[in-house]
């Protein structure tokens, strides 16, 4: 079982930053692919950024590229979605999910490839 525990999410005005942070239970957290979601009510739960176990390959939802950047530390067992020019329409409770069975130099954009989910943290982008 691994633990995922987000921070960093808070009230931000139209064009400013935050940035997020997920830290993990387990050790072996280095080898899993690891992700952003967001949820706003009434939606479904949206992608928003992946990135391998290896660092080496990421992915961005198009409504967040250039804005946002996936990183991880895996010395700390923890990732990171910094988010630049924060709009109102980024608004939503913000969860990072880890893949345990996938691909080392992969990361999945849909849900359903996720194996564990943080609680979530809430953005509010005021305008």
């Known amino acids: 079982q691994v633990q995922l525990v987000e921070s960093g999410g808070g009230l931000v005005q139209a064009g400013g930053s935050l940035r997020l942070s997920c830290a993990a239970s387990?050790?072996?957290?280095?080898?899993?692919?690891m992700a952003w979601f967001r949820r706003t009510p009434g939606k479904e739960r949206e992608f928003v950024a992946a990135?391998?176990?290896?660092?080496?390959?990421?992915s961005y939802a198009e409504s967040v590229k250039g804005r946002f950047t996936i990183s991880r530390d895996s010395a700390k067992n923890t990732v990171y979605l910094q988010m630049n020019s924060l709009k109102p329409e980024d608004t939503a409770v913000y969860y990072c999910?880890?893949?345990?069975?996938?691909?080392?130099?992969?990361?999945?954009?849909?849900?359903?490839?996720?194996?564990?989910w943080g609680q979530g943290t809430q953005v509010t982008v005021s305008s």
């Open positions: 999910a880890a893949d345990e069975s996938g691909s080392y130099y992969y990361a999945a954009d849909k849900p359903n490839e996720y194996d564990y």
């Open positions: 387990r050790r072996t957290f280095g080898r899993y692919a």
């Open positions: 990135i391998s176990g290896s660092g080496l390959y990421k």
